[in-house]
């Protein structure tokens, strides 16, 4: 009798995949009842339309499955603001696909625009669903680092990072972790390499309404030839505070949106529709919401940075998106891990060890932040940090 290979019978994608330090320290808070700046949960209030337009869809018995491609009204609302907002037409009826979560439109573009083998560039530090979701897809992962604190690209390091099998380039602004948002100079060079290379741009623009200083967001379909390439990827749970609603959309031309459409229906049937309908609502608040948004972010963020610099870290002051990456490299730690521990342990703060961030040593400089929570657990946070012994 032949011998069995894979005793364990668990899939060879998900070799060496474990669950993120994220979740994993999303628990330890909740064991030791601290204060969670790790994972993004973005626990405030949700706006008062789409908390209303959700229930009264639900009241109206709206609970049915959707199209695949989405619920009619709000991929027309997601159309007329992407015009608006993001100066991108799309046609709602063909080029929009609204998705479990930005994430599930990401998974979807992989699997129906690449193939197992395939390269797919991401930019260093990374969100980590980026690459294990390629890895996943049975692509390849492939890293480009960018350093701190402007994490700037370049023409020479783009093309420097390219493999023979490289087939995708991930373009994730306002960045997770680093806040970095990409400059229209930098995303021309995207679209010049992307054009000589026939690279699909994939993007992750979730944090769009989230920047600081007058920062402009430039959706990179926007930029030079690139909107016949790319596939657009935003979302509503940032904005709207709704992380646990997974709500997303794509935006491609025709074929890829068809694509995308199919493999969303075959791996979620669609977005949960009564929510599909609440978000719908929220398109039509005033701008002065996104305004105060963006604001009261502004206003965390100079808390938060402040807090970590008086306590002895070094943060990289975020462009956009809630998160800023501290440097612990002149604590004395062995690891990021052990740093993030510590200062869990002793004045309950959760961060994110950077190692999840970084492939090799640089993440053992850095702890994530997370500045997404309402001002008086975010005051208390930042008031035990700055008196964090290590």
Same mark, same amino acid.
């Given at each position: 009798? /032949? #011998?069995? #290979?894979?005793?364990?019978?668990? &899939? ?25 700046? %790790? ?26 499955? #959707? ?22 037409? =799309?046609?709602?009826? &063909? ?48 890293? $480009? ?13 783009? +093309? ?14 306002? %960045? ?8 229209? =100079? ?39 030839? $690139? +909107? ?16 646990? @609603? ?9 074929? @890829? ?6 493999? &969303? ?37 100079? @808390?938060?940075? &402040? =807090? ?28 990021? +891990?052990? /740093? ?27 702890? +994530? ?18 008196? @964090?012994?290590?």
């Amino acid at each position: 009798m /032949a #011998s069995d #290979s894979n005793p364990s019978r668990l &899939s060879r994608r998900l070799q060496g995949l474990v669950q993120s330090d994220i979740r994993r320290m999303t628990r330890e808070c909740e064991r030791v009842q601290g204060i969670n700046l %790790g994972q993004g949960i973005c626990d405030l209030p949700t706006p008062a339309p789409v908390r209303e337009g959700a229930l009264e869809a639900i009241r109206a018995r709206k609970s049915t499955y #959707s199209f695949m491609e989405g619920v009619p009204e709000l991929r027309a609302a997601i159309a007329k603001k992407l015009e608006r907002k993001n100066g991108l037409k =799309a046609d709602p009826a &063909s080029e929009i696909v609204v998705t479990v979560g930005a994430s599930g439109a990401y998974t979807c573009a992989l699997h129906a625009l690449l193939n197992p083998g395939d390269g797919v560039l991401v930019f260093e530090p990374f969100y980590g669903y980026h690459v294990n979701t390629a890895l996943v897809a049975g692509l390849e992962p492939q890293f $480009l680092r960018l350093d701190a604190p402007k994490f700037a690209l370049t023409e020479v390091a783009l +093309r420097g990072a390219l493999k023979p099998n490289t087939r995708a380039v991930v373009v994730c602004s306002p %960045g997770n972790p680093s806040g970095k948002m990409f400059t229209r =100079a930098e995303l021309e060079i995207v679209a010049k390499v992307a054009r000589e290379k026939d690279l699909v741009v994939i993007t992750d623009e979730i944090y769009e309404d989230i920047r600081y200083d007058g920062r402009e967001h430039i959706p990179a379909a926007t930029v030079a030839d $690139l +909107r016949e390439r790319t596939v657009t990827i935003m979302g509503l749970s940032k904005t709207f505070s709704i992380t646990g @609603w997974r709500l997303g959309y794509a935006v491609a031309r025709e074929d @890829w949106a068809r694509a995308i459409a199919l493999v &969303s229906d075959l791996f979620y049937i669609c977005a949960p529709t009564p929510l599909q309908h609440g978000v719908a609502a929220g398109f039509g608040m005033p701008q002065t919401f996104y305004d105060e948004l963006a604001a009261g972010y502004a206003k965390k963020r100079e @808390w938060t940075c &402040s =807090a970590l610099e008086r306590a002895g870290l070094k943060p990289v002051w975020p462009e956009g998106a809630y998160y800023v990456l501290a440097d612990i490299g002149g604590l004395g730690f062995k690891t990021a +891990r052990d /740093a993030a521990m510590d200062l869990l342990e002793k004045v309950g703060v959760a961060t994110i060890p950077g190692t999840a961030f970084f492939t090799g040593d640089t993440g053992e400089r850095f702890v +994530r932040v997370c500045f997404a929570k309402e001002e008086d657990a975010l005051q208390e946070a930042c008031k035990r940090i700055e008196r @964090w012994k290590p």
